[in-house]
C-alpha cells in the first residue's frame, strides 16, 4: 500500500476547485452565488470520489493502450494489465478524502441555501 502523498492531495484539491469554477462559470446570472457554489461542490464531490477508484485509472489506461495511438504513454499500464492484472491498492484516499469533503460543504451549503 503507498503512503499518503500530499502532492496527490494538492492535485485532488486544484481537480475539485477546478470543477466547482466551471461549473459557476458556465451558469447564467449571478455565476457565483450559494447555490451555484453547492452544486458545484457536488459535482466535484462525485468526479473526485469516481476519480478515487484505482482500478478505473488502470482499466481505462490498459484500454488507450490497446487503441494503439501513438500519443498516448501507456505502454507500462498494458505490460502491468498483461502480467499483473490488478492494482496495488482499492481506493486513492486524497482524492476519496477531497470528495467526501466537498460533498459535505456542498451538502452544508445546499441546506444553508
Known amino acids: 500500500m503507498k503512503r499518503f502523498s500530499i502532492l496527490s492531495f494538492l492535485f485532488a484539491l486544484c481537480l475539485a476547485a477546478a470543477v466547482v469554477t466551471l461549473w459557476c462559470v458556465l451558469q447564467r446570472g449571478e455565476r457565483f452565488s450559494l447555490a451555484h457554489l453547492s452544486d458545484g461542490l457536488m459535482v466535484a464531490a ?9 482500478f478505473l485509472h488502470t482499466f ?10 501513438p500519443l498516448n504513454a501507456y505502454r507500462r499500464v498494458r505490460g502491468d494489465m498483461t502480467y499483473s492484472g490488478r492494482a496495488d491498492r482499492l481506493i486513492i484516499p486524497e482524492y476519496l ?15 444553508m441555501r
Open 46 to 54: 462525485a468526479v473526485d470520489i469516481l476519480y478515487s477508484f484505482e
Open 60 to 69: 481505462l489506461g490498459f484500454n488507450a493502450s490497446n487503441a494503439g495511438s
Open 97 to 111: 478524502i477531497i470528495g467526501i469533503l466537498a460533498g459535505a460543504v456542498g451538502a452544508l451549503l445546499l441546506l
